[in-house]
Each structure stands twice: as structure tokens, then as C-alpha cells.
């Protein structure tokens, strides 16, 4: 059965904290993404990386930044939290393929107080 | 403008109705991709069903079918004998022609359909 986890389901955290989200798939996937969940918003991109070390920004890159040093591991990391990013986190991983759907972790829902 | 538009905010059913959700799409591709996902409350985004821009029938995956309509660019998703576990957000995604970095393509999402099952 594949997979992807994210590291936590829950996490709160306080402004100006450095935060670490993971995510790891076990599917040998090329493409893994970082998206952020707002109601009303849906997902939005933040990063995604296509191979280990190469990464390109999404559509709202600002106020995060992501590692990829293995293949299966994807992180983001927030390297000063601040209250709108309070949200929650999406992780995905896809092959490379024009028609092949993307599989998403539980996701991570963040609290910066 | 928007790349993937979900006019319906919020959808009732009754329990073992059809109902059909709505997506239409803005692209200047010729070849394209379309997806549709469900995300229970439990978070995670599962996929449903995909139709390719080429592909000349509508796509089916057991009570889920995808109403493909070129010309009018809309994709919408029909849930054929809706279930209590069909309450969820439906969310429609793109993927256009173009590449990015490393041959791969990104989809673009829309806002997402929050649907109600009632018994």
C-alpha cells in the first residue's frame, strides 16, 4: 500500500519559532509537493521539488523554505513562524508523468500562537 | 483569473441520489489533464478519477464518473448513488501542457465543493 506521512497531525508552536514539517513516501516518487489549505482557498503551492536537492517555488514561497537531501523526504520548513501561517500543511508525491495523480500524507494542522 | 473554478461552495444530497459536481477549467492548451480528489474530515486528499484532454470518452471509476465536456471546458464529477461516506470536500485539479523544472507538471487546484450526504 503506498505511502506518505507527514511527522505530525498536529503541531503548535509560538511566533517566531523555527518549525520543521517532514514528510517521507515510500514509492520511489520523483515529485513531492508542499501545499498550504486555507478554507475557502483550497490548496496552494508552496514548493516542490522534482529530484533530491533541486526544488522550485510555488505560488506562495514567501516565509518558507524546503530540503530535500534524500529522495523520499520532503521538509519545510518556517524559519520564523508567524500567526498566518497558521494553516494546514499538505504534503504529495507523484511520479513524473503527465497523468499520474498525486498522493497526499493526512497533513500537518499548524497553530502559530 | 482563476485556472480551475468550483462554483458550488456547498452541496446537500439525499442518500443514494446522483449528484453532480461542478468544475470548469481555463486553459489555451491542447493537451491537458483533469483530476478530481475527495478529502474526508480525516485530511487526506484521496484520488478519484482522471480524464485526459485527448481522451474521447468520459471516465469512469465504479459510482464515479467525470462529464467532460470540451467545448464548454468544464469536467464536472458525478457521484451516482450517493453514500453517508461520500460526505466530504470534492476538489477538481489541472494540469496543463507546459512543463516545469525536471519534465514534471504541476496541477493547479480549485477551491473545492463541500458535500453533504443526508440519510
Known amino acids: 500500500d503506498v505511502k506518505v506521512t507527514q511527522s505530525s497531525r498536529y503541531l503548535v508552536k509560538r511566533t517566531g519559532e523555527k518549525v520543521f514539517l517532514e514528510c517521507v513516501q515510500d514509492?520511489?516518487?520523483?515529485?513531492m509537493f508542499w501545499y498550504r489549505q486555507d478554507p475557502g482557498l483550497g490548496l496552494r503551492l508552496i514548493y516542490f521539488?522534482?529530484?533530491?536537492?533541486?526544488?522550485e517555488k510555488g505560488d506562495i514561497p514567501e516565509g518558507y523554505s524546503v530540503s530535500r537531501e534524500k529522495k523520499e523526504r520532503f521538509s519545510l520548513i518556517l524559519e520564523s513562524a508567524s500567526t498566518n501561517q497558521t494553516s494546514m500543511y499538505l504534503c504529495?508525491?507523484?511520479?513524473?508523468?503527465?497523468?499520474?495523480?498525486?498522493?497526499f500524507g493526512p497533513g500537518t494542522r499548524l497553530t502559530v500562537l | 483569473a482563476q485556472k480551475i473554478t468550483q462554483t458550488q461552495p456547498g452541496m446537500f444530497v439525499q442518500e443514494k441520489e446522483a449528484v453532480t459536481l461542478d468544475c470548469t477549467y481555463d486553459?489555451?492548451?491542447?493537451?491537458?489533464?483533469l483530476f478530481w480528489y475527495k478529502q474526508p474530515s480525516s485530511g487526506e486528499m484521496i484520488f478519484l478519477i482522471y480524464?485526459?484532454?485527448?481522451?474521447?470518452q468520459n471516465a469512469t471509476e465504479g459510482r464515479y464518473s467525470l462529464n467532460f465536456q470540451k467545448a464548454r471546458k468544464s469536467a464536472n464529477l458525478v457521484i451516482s448513488a450517493s453514500q453517508l461516506g461520500d460526505s466530504a470536500m470534492y476538489f477538481c485539479?489541472?494540469?496543463?501542457?507546459?512543463?516545469?523544472?525536471?519534465?514534471?507538471?504541476?496541477?493547479?487546484f480549485g477551491r473545492g465543493t463541500s458535500l453533504i450526504v443526508h440519510p
Open positions: 514509492m520511489d516518487h520523483e515529485n
Open positions: 485539479a489541472m494540469r496543463e501542457g507546459q512543463q516545469a523544472s525536471g519534465g514534471s507538471y504541476i496541477p493547479t
Open positions: 486553459t489555451s492548451d491542447q493537451s491537458y489533464g
Open positions: 504529495a508525491s507523484s511520479l513524473r508523468g503527465t497523468s499520474l495523480e498525486q498522493f
Open positions: 480524464q485526459g484532454s485527448y481522451d474521447e
Open positions: 521539488s522534482y529530484d533530491v536537492k533541486m526544488k
